[in-house]
């Protein structure tokens, strides 16, 4: 059965940061692209940062350069570091899969979803 259960959400400061993990059935993992997506109230859920099988990175502009994707070598898990967090980041992340080879970062293109964790950005 394919699952994922995100954890490590909270509320911070702006400024700080948080690490995102994602905890994958195996079949989740291997699946060739996995990604990070956040849904704020009233907006639509968009994409943050994917992965491919091969490990290439895609993120979305608003998050280059304070974001890393990344998978655990040991472990099957997808992460998320999250540095210099603004308070436009608050939202629901959510961890999703897709089985395909083209890893896109919209969340329409992924059929496989976490429940979501919670970050908390304020002033």
């Known amino acids: 059965q394919v699952q994922l259960v995100e954890s490590g959400g909270g509320s911070v400061q702006a400024g700080e940061s948080l690490r995102l993990s994602c905890a994958a059935s195996k079949s989740s993992y291997s699946s060739g692209c996995m990604g990070w997506f956040r849904q704020a109230p009233g907006k639509e859920r968009e994409g943050v940062a994917t992965i491919d099988s091969r490990g290439n990175p895609t993120y979305v502009d608003s998050v280059k350069g304070r974001f890393s994707i990344s998978k655990g070598i040991a472990k099957v898990t997808l992460e998320l570091q999250m540095d210099t967090l603004k308070v436009e980041d608050t939202a629901m992340y959510y961890c999703?899969?897709?089985?395909?080879?083209?890893?896109?970062?919209?969340?329409?293109?992924?059929?496989?979803w976490g429940q979501g964790t919670q970050v908390t950005v304020s002033t």
């Open positions: 999703a899969a897709r089985f395909s080879t083209s890893c896109g970062i919209t969340a329409i293109q992924y059929n496989i």
